[in-house]
């Protein structure tokens, strides 16, 4: 008998034989700021991102220990060159070439813009449907602008041109709009106007999150949910938020209540962003997607302990990957 001759497993054999190799994952370009602790930019849109099936090629734009809703933090801020070389890493391997879609949120300053532009006409070249969702961030009502100068005019003339979908709060809305926006009828008007055509750069979806408009109410509202577990809920006549979309074939709107949180948790936008993104590569039509994002985000707020500064993302995974509540679009 021969010595040391390994045993062979039959039925080990035949399920590693009769497994399939899986396709890989689309990848999204996410150029955004990083924080060591909590979940903004980046670090928030990671994790939806993946758990919706894609895989981000993640830049970051900063290394911060945590963000400013905790206070003091260290840290630095990448210069544009840096962010170019980690392009030209990934340009290199053929992986910038792969994407399918980029993301963008906090500008630090408009030469790294200028280097996430250029990253979105090189992709673009070998795929022209690919998707630009730009938030982008300026400011918001109580604060202003926050952002250095020159932020918000690259975004306006820039960024928001060549993107394919821009997801501004109401304040960020009406800076790009250059007048106050009052009425869900005047945002859905001043977005159309936005909104690109042939011979006209522009983006091809609109977002509107927060907005504070022409309804009328502030009442905090819990739904239960169905039978099943999940409620679709119909935009309710007295509800604080509205989320507005807008594209070439109709406007939309999403209603929620208030979630009685103060301080709201911090990077609520890039999570949307993220969401948004995602479940438009899924397949989802606009109005879907947005009720789904809406929704998502909903769940993962009204789970956020009081007093915490970030969205419970890990432990409340479950409450947005399958949200209990499902707000629905409604056209206008």
């Known amino acids: 008998m021969t010595a040391c001759t390994p045993p062979v497993v039959l039925g080990t054999v035949t399920a590693v ?26 670090a928030a849109a990671v994790l939806p991102l993946q758990l919706l099936g894609i895989q981000p090629v993640v830049v970051n734009t900063v290394q911060f220990s945590n963000h400013t809703g905790y206070g003091e933090f260290k840290g630095q801020v990448f210069p544009a060159s840096h962010i170019g070389e980690v392009l030209e890493g ?75 979908v821009i997801t501004p709060n109401h304040f960020e809305f009406e800076w790009l709009h250059g007048a106050p926006v009052r009425s869900v009828d005047e945002a859905i008007v001043a977005a159309r106007a936005m909104l690109g055509a042939p011979g006209r750069p522009g983006p091809r979806i609109i ?44 406007a939309w709107e999403v209603a929620t209540p208030r979630v009685p ?33 809406v929704s998502a985000l909903y769940a993962l707020v009204a ?15 479950e409450q947005w990957v399958a949200p209990r509540h499902r707000f629905a679009a409604e056209a206008r």
Not at 106 to 124: C, F, H, K, M, P
Not at 219 to 242: F, I, Q, W, Y
Not at 275 to 285: I, V
């Open 207 to 250: 977002v509107i999150t927060s907005f504070t408009g022409d309804h009328t109410a502030r009442r905090e509202v819990d739904t239960p949910a169905s039978a099943s577990g999940v409620a679709d809920v119909a935009a309710p006549a007295d509800v604080e938020l509205l989320t507005l979309g807008i594209d070439a074939d109709g």
């Open 17 to 42: 034989a009769d497994t399939l190799p899986l396709s890989p994952a689309p990848l999204v370009l996410s150029v955004q700021s990083h924080v060591a602790f909590g979940h903004v930019g980046n």
């Open 303 to 317: 789970a956020t302990a009081p007093g915490e500064r970030d969205l419970p993302l890990v432990a409340g995974r």
């Open 90 to 164: 990934l340009r290199a391997r053929g992986i910038l070439q792969r994407c399918v879609a980029v993301l963008s949120g906090y500008l630090g300053d408009a030469a790294t813009g200028e280097q996430i532009l250029a990253a979105v006409s090189e992709i673009r070249r070998g795929h022209p449907d690919m998707l630009y969702l730009c938030d982008p961030v300026i400011g918001d009502i109580g604060r202003g602008v926050f952002v250095r100068p020159g932020i918000p005019a690259f975004l306006r003339d820039r960024a928001v041109p060549m993107a394919t």
């Open 261 to 293: 949180l103060d301080p709201l948790p911090n990077g609520m936008g890039d999570v949307f962003s993220a969401l948004l993104l995602g479940h438009l590569l899924r397949g989802m039509q606009f109005p879907a997607a947005l009720s789904e994002t």
